[in-house]
T-cell receptor
Framework: NAGVTQTPKFQVLKTGQSMTLQCAQD?????MYWYRQDPGMGLRLIYY???????DKGEVPNGYNVSRLNKREFSLRLESAAPSQTSVYFC?????????????FGPGTRLTVT | DQQVKQNSPSLSVQEGRISILNCDYT??????FLWYKKYPAEGPTFLISISSIKDKNEDGRFTVFLNKSAKHLSLHIVPSQPGDSAVYFCAASSTGTASKLTFGTGTRLQVTL
């Protein structure tokens, strides 16, 4: 049981390049999320998918797109990378229920845009 | 608009003593709260949670207290151990928001010998 896995672990891009961050979970969770962590900012929600077939914007969606490929996989795409997207990206899945549940996080992808 | 606030960026505590980490929130719709622990170069790991129908939840050395009227929660670690040194994030969600989790900015705890 691997939990939440993310690829790649590290990536360096030049401004304007594109890339896709991959995320998969093996816990049969309905909900999946993408967060970014910046110094002094905590974790901020980029996009989420409450269930297979649905996606919604979070707090900081500009410059990103997502695809919920199936129940297991949720990818994040940067179409034209900018230096402001230098960050650590975390994928998460959740067994959320009313007043309960836990969000499980992957190990993160460290992205640098030069 | 920071809906979940952790006003202490860092805290240093001696081994064996109590660590108290604080968190305030502004959104009165939040009804479920969690604490996460994060080591460098790793993802956050779940520590403990509390729902709005309780005012205290305990799990071993970790206790979370919730004061709904003050919109304040705290995490107590007793006794503190060197392995507890990490960044601690407070997070909150509300029923009906498609399970979105909102995080505070984190408090770095250092437990000294």
């Amino acid at each position: 049981n691997a939990g939440v896995t993310q690829t790649p672990k590290f990536q360096v891009l030049k401004t304007g390049q594109s890339m896709t961050l991959q995320c998969a979970q093996d816990m049969n969770h309905n909900s999946m999320y993408w967060y970014r962590q910046d110094p002094g900012m905590g974790l901020r929600l980029i996009y989420y998918s409450a269930s297979e077939g649905t996606t919604d914007k979070g707090e900081v969606p500009n410059g990103y797109n997502v695809s919920r490929l199936n129940k297991r996989e949720f990818s994040l795409r940067l179409e034209s990378a900018a230096p402001s997207q230098t960050s650590v990206y975390f994928c998460a899945s959740s067994d959320y229920r009313v007043l309960g549940g836990t969000w499980y996080f992957g190990p993160g992808t460290r992205l640098t845009v030069t | 608009d920071q809906q979940v606030k952790q006003n202490s960026p860092s805290l240093s505590v001696q081994e064996g003593r109590i660590s108290i980490l604080n968190c305030d929130y502004t959104n009165s719709m939040f009804d479920y709260f969690l604490w996460y622990k994060k080591y460098p170069a790793e993802g956050p790991t779940f520590l403990i949670s509390i729902s709005s129908i309780k005012d205290k939840n305990e799990d071993g050395r970790f206790t979370v207290f919730l004061n709904k009227s003050a919109k304040h929660l705290s995490l107590h670690i007793v006794p503190s151990q060197p392995g507890d040194s990490a960044v601690y994030f407070c997070a909150a969600s509300s029923t009906g928001t498609a399970s979105k989790l909102t995080f505070g900015t984190g408090t770095r705890l250092q437990v000294t010998l």
